[in-house]
């Protein structure tokens, strides 16, 4: 299969299966979900055959990189703009691909749940699908924001037709929040677009070629930087999320139905991650330099600040959420750990900013699937019980043993023990942020001893206890298979990206050299501009 | 003293008209507003009459003035049966209890 | 020996050394893995898992003491502590030592160091799983499989009333007022135990101090799955989060330590060894070099470190300070120092068999180790606070067992207390002293466990001691060996017998204290300023054999207090025994020979360079570290005082609990406020309560709330403001742009309807109305158009 197939094929089987979704009849609910389920299991392994395709030595995609044997495909599509159809893959998308399909996959086995029409659901989850593989793919930016278009209206009819009793509120907090970012995100583009024929060339919307562009001596304008970094920033920081643009995510969490809140956790806020890795830090090197420590003092808050708000939580889907607030403080504090020299610019311990970035990375697969699991885990409870109120539960463990033995480890994957996901990430990028920043190294490191204090209060209150205390004790029947496998896989990934890191950081690493070494290139280029550019202003 | 002139006729042509306008404005019996109407109308064609003779203007006066005597017989005949209408509905011919078309 | 038969021979031993140990470290988790899923699957009542349990553990017994031969066998181990700790000679020690390098150049070494897999590499940096095999490793394995392999056979007896479908928990209501019944959780409890020995045996082989990290919290999980086993008391789940979440605040500070060595080191192993025996990197070596002295570069304030590159590396000394804080933070947290002590007592929730292992050879064990183990790094301000923690420590606990009446109590607070006593023994510059007393005690500690285990079974699990006594009649084995135990742990021996025998005839703890306490003493007669580090333990190590007497005498003579209890007791059945009588041995024996025994001078073979000579006027605060020798010289008298005193303690527990000619009770009596304050633990756990648990709890309801209301509030009423313009916006339409288009309209209509007056309906008017306009037309057409 040539790339460029097997790419579109990745993006549109799950639309291809929506459509023919459409001509099920409607009273048809299993077949429809054993379909769509095939479905998902294909685009899986799909993304697995580009895995065995991908070569991770290549290295960071380039401009011009498909004659280096890069995995790039270009097709013109608005030639008019210079728009085209971008597709390509390395050691940054390849992980979240992967992500995506098998969170889709999962979330797609957890629908079960789903009762009300069913066949509006799948349509709309596969369509979902798509928009998600598709932002992972693209390398064209307008082809970017459409895909990051198509994930979001998906996502709010999900949240607000099945949600829960206060879902249209959480629909359209979401669905603003996530607007504001795009619109943001539709200025910087127009930016950058509109500045890209600084070098005489055609005006592009090619992320390679811009930030191509933007490592060039006379590229960009460094004060442009700036700004579309902040734009694009709080973007992608809605996504993420991080502190103070975060406040969609509980809700959503809470009123979306398990299979979204997996996909939400799993996959959509790793977006806010990899649109700054993917665009705003490459397109914006010398802005991304400037924001460094805000970016880190940013994390380093969420972390607490998620910690201690998880701690209050009585909801235990709140609970999760606010945790996933505070772990995803580790992915901007590893990401941004960028040690320069403040007179000459140079790079000081390049290496570590290197481990931040691969830790901030792992952190995403890491969060990707621990997150989706311990969402899982509240579903499989609330399902039963229907309701989530951590002081009306306890005694699961007698209960439910093995639900409550998965349950524990899939939680503890989130308190970052060692062995499991959680921790290689989070213990990766605090140990590069010293390097940085010794203050916010040591408030991130604290975040270990909340995260322990709330995830095992947690378990306290729902698992042990001498008995149930909360409706409806005769529906705590044991996991059906169904629910088992799921938690069983989710599991396995568990521990065995916490046991044997390198299968993600192996993928990941050589890409993100390169990437520190353009951004290097980048910011020094953009920083001799500096003294120009102010007196030039001066002048004026 | 000169013959009968222009002058004269347009007199004459001019007490016809008013005599006719004084008659519309004051009877309030349709007939009477008809016959101030014929002689409006007459006190007209006194005047093309005299216009045709005086000046240049030819045979036109005059075939105007024919055509002004033929319109006012079809005109009599029609406001004629308009008035015998209007006395079947109202048992009147008052032109003032004719308002019905007041705005 | 040439150089390539030594490099394969080296290569050999190192495979040999490596394999054992990993088969007896992975062992454990192979089990915990069969045991946790055959066990769940499998029938309640049936006993596979703890015989697969001790299967697993004693392999690994039998593994490392295969390690342990092989490399005695193969290395030339004596060597090096006997050409460093000769009498008299130690000045010239460090000398001597590379002399002797230099003579015996393809000589084989005593440490082995490999990698088995990589976590993550980034441009030179490099996270990886590594091994460190030394003497302090082999024998740290042996003594862990040892007595876990002790403490498993035990459990398979304490723990046979699991062995049910249906257990009765006599300690948890249900709100029914009925006790709560569950299917027995047999198999469960062997697999968690396979898994603390993994975790255990992982943190001992670990090569870097990364891995010990790893470790560490694995070993901190697994004791809050033991110490919280029954789930379902509420007492037990909140001992096992106290205890997680009181490791983890100071594996914050082990963190700190970490990022602090990682961003100035660039690795974290401790030393690697290379072909030849010599060590050419890892942190031990670039901190200390060959020497061990600490290169500091007064001027910059930095102590430069030692490495192959030309770019010399520096490492400001307040970081170094902060790094051994920090790692030495973590040691706290698990070998329950002050002030993080609180958790350990609250253990004892866990069934005994955990807290013997818990106390003994793991967990807290993990914390003198690591203290041991990364001794090289801890610049002499460290190593003064490690020793005034734990002088502190050692002293706090021992008042609180005076008071304890729970018999797990008073072994653990006197656990906390020996604890204190290793950190000591490793502040005071006695590392060799410190290891001993770690690996004595474990004996010694895990027996005492196992008896009161053996206690409380046969008491039909009756903890409190003023309802026990004359318990050695009813189970005799139980208070013999418990009685060695007691001895031992208070470091008694036979006065004068060395006269007699030539060497001191006592069981281990006396040797191990003694050391320490010989330690303290040449510490302060160097230091004269920190006196207390010395008068303290003394003191204490009265106050430790008078607890240990009470808890005896109150326990097994005189008159039972409680006859029910006492009628119903039995001796414990030959499993549990068996395991008693091995430790007893082991206990009594092991330290054979004093510092002149095997073990100590195993140990010695792993002591950091350096600490043999000993150092004045060391570090910022210029502390004059002892060696060896000035040792030494102390041992006797310091020997002789610590017997009297422990002699005190435990003469004063016979007259209070053994022949009760005092009463203890009048006592208790006239110093109340003392003893409330003694048994409410000096008041921590309220003070932790009041100074972090609520702040915590407060913050994180203000987080909750600024959310809610800040955040939320500012976009709610970004919302309503959006509403109230757009409200606006309508005004505006229907007001001004729809105002102006009917204006148009109804002008234009009024205009119409003004004009309908003239429409009369009266023809005679039309006619005037014509008339007139005519007239007047006329009129204007004439002014305006005058001929």
Known sequence: MTPILLMSLIIFLPTLGAFLLAWFDKKAEEAMRVFALAITIGTFFLTLQLYGVFDASKGLLTDGGENLGQLIVTEPWIPHWNIEYKLGVDGISMPLLLLTSFTCLLAMAASWSIKKQVKGYLILFLLLETGMLGVFLSLDFFLFYVFWEVMLLPMYFLIGVWGGPRKE?????????????????????????????????????????????????????????????????????????????????????????????????????????????????????????????????????????????????????????????????????????????????????????????????????????????????????????????????????????????????????????????????????????????????????????????????????VFLGPEYKGPHPEALSPMNGREIAIAVAVLFFAVLLGVYPMCMLGMMEPTLADLTKELQIGYENARDLIPVATEVLTEK | MEGVGLNDYLLVGAVLFVAGVVCMATKRNAIGVLMGVELVLNGANVNFVAFAHYTSLGLDGQIVSLFVIVLAAAEAAVALAIALNFYNNHLTIDVDKANDLQG | MSFETLTQEIDCTRETLKWLLTVAWLLPLFGFVVEVFGGYWGDRKCKYASYFAVFCIASGFICSSAAMIVWQDKTEWGERSAASSGHGAVAHAAAEHTEAVGNHEYQMPTSFTGSFYSLGKFGDLEVSL????????????????????????????????????????????????????????????????????????????????????????????????????????????????????????????????????????????????????????????????????????????????????????????YLL?????????????????????????????????????????????????????????????????????????????????????????????????????????????????????????????????????????????????????????????????????????????IPGSQLLFGEILAFSGFHSKDAIVASAMTFVSVNPVHFLLYIVPLVTAGITAFYMFRLWFYTFVGEPRDKEIHDHAQESPWIMILPLIVLSVFAAGVAVGGESGQLFKLLGDSEPIGVAAGTTDAGMIGLNLPGHAAIHQHHASAGVQALLVAFAGAVIAFLFYGARVVDPAEIKRNLGGLHNFLVEKWRFDELYDVMFVRPVHVIAAGCTWFDRTIIDGVLHGTVKIAIWMSGWHRRFDEGIVDGLVNLVGNSTFAFGRSLRVFQTGQLRQYIMFIAVGVLTLFVLLFIAFPK
Request: aromatic share 14%; proline share 3%.
């Open chain 1, 169 to 461: 509120y959480a629909a359209i907090k979401f669905f603003l929040y996530t607007l504001a970012g795009s619109v943001l995100m539709l200025i910087a583009m127009l930016m950058f677009y509109f500045d890209s024929d600084s070098l005489g060339n055609d005006r592009v919307f090619d992320l390679l070629r811009l930030a191509q562009l933007a490592k060039h001596a006379d590229g960009l304008d460094p004060v442009l930087q700036q700004t579309a970094f902040v734009l694009l920033f709080i973007g992608f920081a809605i996504k993420l999320p991080a502190f103070p643009f975060h406040t969609w995510l509980p809700d959503a969490h809470v009123e979306a139905p398990t299979p979204i809140s997996m996909i939400l956790a799993g996959v959509l806020l790793k977006m806010g991650g990899y649109g700054i890795i993917r665009i705003a830090f490459p397109l914006c090197p010398y802005g991304a330099q400037w924001a460094a420590w805000a970016l880190v003092a940013i994390g380093a808050f969420s972390i607490i600040y998620g910690a201690f708000a998880a701690m209050a939580q009585t909801d235990f889907k709140r609970l999760v959420a606010y945790s996933s607030v505070s772990h995803m403080g580790y992915v901007l504090i590893g990401m941004a750990v960028w040690a320069i020299h403040a007179e000459t610019g140079e790079l000081i311990g390049g290496d570590y900013w290197l481990m931040g970035i691969n830790g901030a990375m792992f952190q995403m697969l890491a969060h990707g699937v621990s997150s989706a699991g311990m969402f899982f885990i509240v579903g499989v409870i609330y399902d039963r019980v229907h309701h989530r109120d951590l002081n009306k539960f306890g005694g699961l463990a007698g209960k439910m043993p093995l639900y409550t033995g998965l349950a524990a480890g899939i939680f503890f994957a989130g308190l970052g023990l060692p062995g499991l996901c959680g921790f290689i990430g989070e213990v990766f990028v605090v140990l590069s942020a010293w390097n940085y920043d010794k203050l916010l190294a040591i408030i991130a490191a604290a975040g270990v001893i909340l995260t322990a204090g709330y995830i095992l209060w947690a378990i306290q209150r």
């Open chain 3, 130 to 317: 590594d091994y460190y095999i030394d003497s302090l490793t082999l024998v740290m394995f042996v003594m862990v499989t040892l007595i876990a392999t002790c403490i498993h056979l035990f459990a398979i007896g304490y723990m046979r009333d699991e062995l049910t479908d249906d257990y009765v928990d006599h300690q948890v209501h249900t709100s029914d007022g009925g006790h709560f019944h569950r299917p027995g959780r047999f198999y469960r409890f062997f697999s968690y135990m396979s898994l603390f020995s993994f975790s255990m045996l992982g943190l001992v082989l670990a090569g870097n101090i990364f891995q010990v990290f790893i470790f560490w919290e694995l070993v901190g999980i697994c004791s809050y799955l033991l110490i919280g086993f029954y789930v379902e008391r509420k007492s037990a789940s909140t001992a096992a989060n106290k205890a997680f979440i009181m490791n983890r605040v100071g594996d914050f500070g082990f963190l700190i330590g970490l990022m602090v060595l990682w961003t100035y080191f660039g690795t974290f192993s401790f030393v690697t060894v290379d072909q030849t025996g010599q060590s050419d990197g890892g942190l031990f070596y670039m901190v200390r070099g060959h020497d061990g002295e600490l290169q500091v570069d007064e001027e910059a304030n930095a102590v430069t470190l030692h490495t192959n590159s030309e770019v010399p590396q520096q490492i400001p000394y």
């Open chain 3, 321 to 493: 300070v902060v790094a051994g804080l920090g790692i030495f933070a973590g040691c706290i947290g698990k070998s329950a120092q002050f002030p993080l002590q609180t958790w350990l007592p609250d253990a004892m929730e866990g069934p005994t068999p955990v807290s013997a292992l818990v106390h003994s050879a793991t967990m807290v064990a993990a914390g003198v180790y690591l203290a041991g183990r990364f001794f090289p790094m801890f610049t002499p301000e460290v190593l003064l606070t490690i020793a005034y923690v734990g002088c502190i420590t050692l002293f706090l606990a021992a008042t609180i067992a005076v008071v304890a009446t729970d018999i797990k109590r008073v072994l653990a607070y006197s656990t906390i207390s020996q604890l204190g006593y290793m950190m000591l023994g490793i502040g005071v510059f006695g590392w060799g002293a410190g290891l001993f007393h770690l690996i004595t005690h474990a004996f010694f500690k895990s027996l005492m466990f196992l008896a009161s285990g053996s206690v409380i079974v046969g008491c039909h699990h009756e903890q409190e001691m003023p309802k026990m006594g004359g318990l050695w009649r009813k189970m005799p084995v139980t208070a013999f060996t418990m009685l060695i135990g007691v001895i031992a742990i208070s470091g008694l021996a």
